[in-house]
């Protein structure tokens, strides 16, 4: 069985908290084969890039945006990365199409797990549960 990690399951293990450590204990219970997207990659990097941005020079928040941003980097080369191809593109320009106010990323990763045929974990049911034949789950809550 493998799974796609959404932005906000990516960051429960980055953050290593409490929902963090439940979630990699059931990735081992159930032999599970952790992915995400180079969608949710690019969400990591500029959501960091924009704290640190923010901060002031040198400051503790700076230190530590720094901290979280390299231990984020660290954690995506450890993932296998699914690609925003060809395939996913054509996904995503029919789901467009039928989903007109669904978020842009939100559709991107959607049409990544479809292309894969996988089950992409995530918060965000509303929206993700919107998608025809897309497998969802919540492993967090």
Not at 26 to 32: A, I, L
Not at 67 to 87: G, K, N, V, Y
Not at 102 to 119: F, R
């Amino acid at each position: 069985m493998f799974v796609v990690l959404d932005t906000n399951h990516f960051a429960e293990l980055v953050h290593d908290t409490g929902c963090g450590a439940r979630l990699k204990q059931r990735f081992t219970k159930h032999r599970t084969e952790v992915l995400t997207t180079v969608i949710t990659a690019q969400e990591v990097c500029e959501g960091w890039s924009a704290f640190i941005r923010k901060q002031k020079a040198g400051s503790e928040k700076q230190i530590h945006g720094y901290a979280q941003f390299q231990h984020s980097l660290e954690l995506l080369m450890e993932l296998t990365l699914l690609p925003f191809d060809e395939q996913a593109a054509a996904v995503f320009r029919d789901l467009r199409k039928h989903l007109p106010q669904a978020g842009t990323q939100d559709l991107k990763i959607a049409a990544i797990g479809l292309a894969h045929d996988a089950t992409v974990l995530t918060r965000n049911l509303v929206h993700f549960a919107k998608v025809p034949g897309l497998r969802v789950a919540n492993w967090l809550d």
